[in-house]
């Protein structure tokens, strides 16, 4: 009996448990191990703060799927791993053994610049599970007067969402609140082109919300900006500050005996098989691979989804360990649908950029579209 351990439910493990579903090798005793029954996809979150989702619109049942590949699903976290000794230890104190292990993990946020803040004005995207509970908090006490000036830092797809969706949420909630959206300078949507630029800070002038380009550092007491021209940090007094800062590698990547980038990310080559230890595998944020244009990214983590599923698949069946079937080759560029608050969103690939409620519809058919296939796939696989 080989045993195939799968740790994460992320977007590629979906389709690893999809091809399980369709074709159960014999003899593999397989385990999911993740922390929730779902797996919250976070292309829709920015919906769902603005109010056009409901919690359930916006996650697919890890459980179902698993029920459908025949694999046992175990709700916990892993904290540590011995790549050598082919180990893994959870965050109830269990270890699992595996013959064969894929990471999809995830990443977390980077929040090491805003710890200092009050822990319960500090809110991390990421866990998207933790984020999810407690944002309906922070919307009733902004309904209580008890909020009234928010702030989001990070400059990236994921904080302008964050924040025109809060935006569009304090208004349908008639809620006063200022918005603040901090990004480094130079750093409002680096990498998209100055047309998606444009469109995005149009958006943000439209909803009352100040920019500032500025570093942020939490203290005791708020935000602190230091911004490029300006010698003393100016203050920015906020209730709540959500953190969309960059991605993070968990805690227990680099101690594992993996070959890792400096960064903690797993490193990988284009089969998404670990460059040190073949037998581990990874896909999504968790992992790097040397290839421009590779980034973190849900697209990326989605299309290695199928890679990732039949070199799993290959290795069970015994082929030769040097060579994985099949590889995941990323687009030169991908396409960027931004949620921008009121059933708006902006597209953004390459040099081209367009916006409106089309995109919009076109963002809401894709996503919605994503889970739709992932609920089939657990009573038909496909
Ligand atoms: C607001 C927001 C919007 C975004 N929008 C987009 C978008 O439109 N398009 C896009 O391409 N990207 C988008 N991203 C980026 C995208 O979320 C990530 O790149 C993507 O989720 C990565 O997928 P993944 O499979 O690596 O991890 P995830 O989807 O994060 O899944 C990780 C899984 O692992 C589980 N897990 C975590 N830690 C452990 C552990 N220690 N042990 C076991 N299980 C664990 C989690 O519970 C989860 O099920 C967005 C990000 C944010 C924050």
Redesign the pocket.
Known sequence: MKRLLL???????LAVLQALARRRPHGVEAVL????P??????M??GWMAGHYRAEDCRID?RALADAAGVRLCL????ALDAERRMLL??TGTTHDFDLLAL?????VDTRALDALPTDALLA?????AFIAAWPQRLAMARAGQLRRLAVVGGG??GV??VLAAAEAFRRAGCAVALALVAPPGGLLAGHAEGARWRVLRRLTAAGIALHPARARGTPAGLELVDAGCDAPTTLPADCVIA?TG?HA?P?TQSSGLACDAAGWVMVDAGHRSVSHPFIHA????CTRADPGFA???????HAGPVLAANLLAALAGGPASAPVRSYRPRPR?L????SGPRHAIASWGRWSAEGRWVWRW?DRIDRGFIARHRRAAIVPV
């Open positions: 740790v994460g439910g992320g977007h590629a493990q191990l993740t922390p929730s779902w797996q919250w996809y976070s292309g979150l920015p890890l916990a976290s892993a904290i959870d965050d999809d993990v995830g990443s977390l995207v990421k866990p998207l599970e797809a994921a969402e964050l969309a991605a968990p227990w896909a999504g944020d968790v973190r990214s849900g697209v990326h983590a989605v991908s960027y649908l931004i949620a963002k």
